[in-house]
């Protein structure tokens, strides 16, 4: 493909099949196509191949190097300025016109007509074929008929004659023209259009290597570990089960889980977190993340194109091959711009010979109209932006899922933020060890956490984490018994030791002094939860635990509020405990109680009160309603259902990927329009100028080039988006 007019004629040929729904775009030169079922991938090829183009299967993106058609490219614009510039010159500059050197512009500027702008005219060809015009026949058509009128004058006018100048004008004259050449038009329009080809497919490449860089993240092979015998082997021959090594300073070759070892690791190409996570037996890791420590011993839980890493490249593919509404305008318009250009031209044309501008000067005039008309900025205001701005977005770990999402967090003016697993961490932790008066607070836990340790329930998984982060081991218990909800009792290092409710140690006669019951008092007064520990006929302490509120999170809500955003807490905890998060991270408004299948009519209820509403989750249980909100953010630690309903998903685990997603999906969407102004405006403005005769062809082909060099330009801007969280 060669513009914008190419992706739409191949779109609409391939939406013409049965059982096809296909969307085409120029920037990536991609179709992304759904079919039904006994339409096979050679078939669509076929069609592209029927409409004049070539089609292949996705492939691994050559780089400039190797790719046959950019080398080709560039050769033609060697070509071209070596030969094209003395012409310019030569027609600009009147006093280097020597005796004959229209003849030697002839001759140099014959090939650049006849092999530099040769893709042009062979795109031409082949449109007519199939009776359709382009931008390519625009071009082809304009540097011809200079070329040829050239010829004209130099064989049958005056304008061969020995010892022949004229000067250089930017305006067009009237008169007949046989005594002028226009070889600098068809020359240097040629090079200026090479020129503007060159920079696109380079800035193409460019605002794709994000994509590229995404795919190349992962490892190559892996350590899979069999009967304690390590065997270095190709990542494809990894299956799920297999437990796999990862030494210091190695990848992590997949998704899984770790069954051995503690470390860090570095997500920060995948995330954008400049922080290694700290990392244990029973934490998940990510395929392509860094382990900077000790070594890990990891089970695959993900392989192939299961893992994040390949989800994160197929919704960043998807995003790009995507359209948003405007775009699909500025495809209808350059389908039906290159006819109407050439009716503008004719018509330019018939007013200058009728108004007695001469031969010369209607030519002129036509052939300008024809040059600076190329609709080639209108077709890539979208998907360049839209190219560089979900690359950009997958290195800071933020996927946005379409060009549609783009609109709707312009709209959005209230975010709903699940607390569990969003605004806290969703993982119990030990907060606090309160002794009895006399005792030792870390006996208090070594003793509580040597009984918890038997135990699964969530608070107990708390306070042991608490004690191994602390001491590095635990004491052994013996004589383990349950009781299911209020508490476990046990003998430890020759105690009989009782945690739990203070219901749970009244019934062993243990009752907490005034100075524990009042802490006890307060902690669930904070929406904390609180176990007592005993043994040996008295009451030694309370240990306290909650679900913890993300560091970022109290900041990032700030954030959004400067978005003009109002957050809303959402949760199924009670009343108490979701005001007392609320008022630590900043929230004013508090939805307590919903229950999982309540959430999206919450959602609704928002809606129905006039807001414009974005829901941050990360459960099964907010799928519902992120689909329901008119913007879903999904936290990419989630399941697979949360994220499949979302419209951004964030890799990153805390609140401020939420604020880069929106001010990023702002950014692009801004980019866009500026976008499609200037490329509007552009042609709005020069295709008058052009056809009143203030504006040589020469130059009109400069500035068409221009054009479509300052979109690709102004999209790559969106290169430099940084996060907002602060550094750390």
Known sequence: MTCASCAARIEKRLNRMDGVSASVNYATEKAHVEVSPGIAADDLISEVVRSGYTAALPRAVESDAQDPAYRMLRRRLFVAVALAVPVILLAMIEPLQFPGWQWASLALATPVVLWAAWPFHRATVINARHRSVTMDTLISVGVTAAYLWSLYALFFGTAGMWGMTHPFRFTIERGDGLGSIYLEVAAGVTMFLLL????????????????????????????????????????????????????????????????????????????????????????????????????????????????????????????????????????????????????????????????????????????????????????????????????????????????????????????????????????????????????????????????????????????????????????????????????????????????????????????????????????????RTAVAAAWDGRVRGILVVADRVKPSSPEAISALRDLGLTPVLLTGDNERAAVAVAAEVGVDRVRAGVLPEQKAAEITALQRDGAVVAMVGDGVNDAAALAQSDLGIAMGSGPDAAIEASDLTLVRGDLWGAVDAIRLARHTLATIRGNLFWALAYNVAAIPLAAVGLLNPMLAGAAMAFSSVFVVLNSLRLRRFRTAAPSA
Do not use: Y
Request: hydrophobic share 50%.
């Open 196 to 527: 503007g080809r060159f920079l696109e497919q380079r800035s193409k490449r460019r605002a794709g290597a994000a994509l590229r860089a995404l795919g190349e993240l992962g490892a190559k092979d892996v350590s899979v570990v069999r009967d304690g015998v390590e065997e270095r082997m190709p990542l494809a021959r990894l299956g799920v089960g297999d437990v796999f090594s990862v030494r210091p300073g190695e990848k992590v070759a997949t998704d899984g889980i770790v069954v051995d070892g503690v470390s860090a690791v570095d997500a920060s190409m995948l995330t954008g977190e400049s922080v290694p996570v700290e990392v244990r037996t029973g934490d998940a890791v990510t395929g392509a993340t860094v382990n900077v420590g000790g070594r890990l011993l990891v089970r695959a839980t993900r392989v192939g194109a299961d893992t994040q890493l390949a989800r994160m490249a197929q919704l960043v593919e998807e995003a790009q091959s995507g359209k948003a509404d405007a775009q699909r305008l500025a495809d209808r318009l350059s389908a039906v711009f290159v006819p109407i250009v050439f009716g503008i031209s004719a018509l330019t044309l018939t007013i200058w010979l009728l108004s007695g501008g001469g031969a010369a000067g209607a030519f002129t005039a036509a052939v300008a109209v024809l040059i600076i008309a190329c609709p080639c900025a209108l077709g890539l205001a979208t998907p360049m932006a839209l190219l560089v701005g979900t690359g950009r977005g997958a290195q800071l770990g933020v996927l946005i899922k379409g060009p549609e999402v783009l609109e709707s967090t312009r709209r959005v003016d209230t975010i709903v933020l699940d607390k569990t697993g969003t605004v806290t961490t969703g993982r119990m932790t030990l907060v606090d060890v309160i002794p009895a008066d006399g005792e030792d607070a870390d006996a208090v836990l070594r003793h509580a956490a040597a009984l918890e340790d038997a135990s699964e329930h969530p608070i107990a998984q708390a306070v042991v984490r608490g004690a191994t982060e602390r001491f590095g081991g635990i004491l052994t218990v013996t004589d383990f018994r349950s009781e299911q909800g209020q508490g476990v009792a046990g003998v430890v290092d020759g105690h009989a030791v009782i945690v739990g409710r203070p219901a749970f140690l009244a019934d062993w006669g243990l009752v907490l002094d005034d100075r524990l019951a009042a802490a006890f008092t307060a902690a669930e007064a904070q929406a």
